[in-house]
């Protein structure tokens, strides 16, 4: 895990984050391999106290990336595009899966300009969740993306179909508000921004 910020270690706080309590796997089978969208197995587990979980499901995906990225003028740019497990059309960040020999920040600025042709301005890495430390294996890491500026087409996979759309920051902050950016990896990262505003 990550050092812990030089903001943490003035407040006398320690790495919350451990392997108290760790399983020991004993057995592991493989019921699906997809990857990289979906790996399912099915862990043996014996817990600290010598129980014995022997149904366990673990999703294995590689990293994942999300972006704020603000634009010279100050519009954060935005997508929608159809997500099938919601049924719904939705508000979202950039995003996508870091590939393999990608850095996060290599994956982000990647991701960026192929979904938005925007790139560019300064970066910092803003914040790393786990979507789900429960059933899934991997982490999404979040940037800040500020002074970003369009240089280019879109460059979608086959399957994508993302419209880009700039709001101004007040607009953003009303729809998390409202309900209305329903992916948590992204609502986390943007509202954090906004907190950072006030």
């Excluded at 706080?13 to 592991?28: A, F, R």
């Excluded at 719904?88 to 960040?93: D, H, P």
């Excluded at 994956?107 to 899934?136: D, I």
Aim: aromatic fraction near 10%; glycine fraction near 6%.
């Amino acid at each position: 895990m990550k050092r812990l910020s030089t903001a943490l270690m003035a407040l006398n706080m320690e790495n919350t984050i451990n392997e108290e309590g760790k399983w020991q796997v004993l057995e592991s089978e493989y019921l699906l391999q997809r990857a990289p969208w979906l790996t399912a197995r099915k862990d043996v587990c014996r817990l600290p106290d010598g129980r014995i979980n022997d149904h366990y499901y673990v999703l294995e995906y590689p990293d994942w990336v999300n972006i704020i990225a603000v634009t010279e003028d100050g519009d954060i740019v935005l997508e929608r595009q159809y997500r099938h497990g919601l049924g719904n059309t939705c508000y979202e960040l950039p995003c996508g899966v870091i590939e393999e020999g990608e850095t996060p920040l290599e994956a982000a600025k990647r991701e960026l300009l192929e979904e938005t042709g925007y790139a560019g301005g300064e970066w910092q890495e803003w914040m790393t969740l786990s979507p789900n430390p429960a059933t899934s294996t991997n982490l999404a890491h979040s940037f800040l993306a500020t002074g970003v500026k369009k240089v280019a087409g879109q460059s979608l996979d086959a399957t994508e179909d993302i419209q880009v759309h700039l709001k101004k920051p007040e607009y953003v902050k009303a729809l998390l508000e409202n309900n209305q950016i329903l992916q948590a990896l992204m609502a986390a990262p943007l509202w954090k921004y906004f907190f950072g505003r006030q």
